[in-house]
């Protein structure tokens, strides 16, 4: 089975812009989480989508957002970007309903550098 | 709110030497998972422990979940150059239920 994978892989952008980044789970999955990833924070949860639903948010502005496709497939949108929304973004899928007890795989991520 | 605290921050290490990571929690845990990132890499699955007590073995890695199931750890025997990452433990949120908390992570590096 092929893992989970993230476009692109790196992008640039310059304050005030705004950016999508896409995400495919391993087929069959149906839960996918996107985390940001800084030197500061660490690996900081964004949101959870199930069944095209979103289930749980984490503590971030509403310049992030995301949607989930009947496919599974999940897209994220930061609006408005800023400098300190540098970071890896990764996302993980899950092979049950989400929650805390199923393993995470994770994507290689998206490095995204604002300028 | 939850707290999770994971120490040391960073370990460095001679090859051969034993290493070990501690993860705290605030609140009582339903379950604990762990998470290994390679350099430039990213975080992959290495275990879960779901009972008080529990112990559970992988070649050189033993990992606990505390009777209290408030903290964990992982120690590596022997260390070895392939397990140069940054281990992360991973709870849920509120303790029981919800998206993962990652803790900020045990950066270790191996001298050969």
């Known amino acids: 089975k092929a893992g989970v994978t993230q476009t692109p892989r790196y992008l640039i952008k310059t304050r005030g812009q705004q950016v999508t980044l896409s995400c495919s789970p391993i087929?069959?999955?149906?839960?996918v989480s996107w985390y940001q990833q800084t030197p500061g924070q660490g690996l900081q949860f964004l949101f959870e989508y199930f069944s095209e639903t979103q289930r749980n948010k984490g503590n971030f502005p509403g310049r992030f957002s995301g949607r989930q496709f009947s496919n599974s497939r999940s897209e994220m949108n930061v609006s408005t970007l800023e400098l300190g929304d540098s970071a890896l973004y990764l996302c993980?899928?899950?092979?049950?309903?989400?929650?805390?007890?199923?393993?995470?795989?994770f994507g290689p991520g998206t490095r995204l550098t604002v300028l | 709110g939850q707290q999770v605290m994971q120490i040391p921050q960073y370990q460095h290490v001679q090859e051969g030497e034993d290493f070990t990571t501690y993860c705290n929690s605030s609140?009582?845990?339903?379950?604990i998972q762990w998470y290994k990132q390679r350099p430039g890499g990213h975080p992959v699955f290495l275990i879960q422990?779901?009972?008080?007590?529990e112990v559970k073995k992988q070649k050189r890695l033993t990992f606990q979940f505390g009777e209290a199931k408030k903290n964990s750890s992982l120690h590596i025997t022997a260390t070895q150059t392939t397990d140069v990452g940054t281990y992360f433990c991973a709870p849920p949120e509120g303790g029981s239920q919800g998206n993962l908390i990652f803790g900020k992570g045990t950066k270790l590096s191996v001298k050969p």
């Open positions: 087929s069959g999955h149906r839960s």
């Open positions: 993980a899928s899950d092979p049950g309903q989400g929650g805390s007890y199923n393993e995470q795989f």
């Open positions: 422990l779901v009972k008080s007590g």
């Open positions: 609140t009582t845990l339903s379950n």
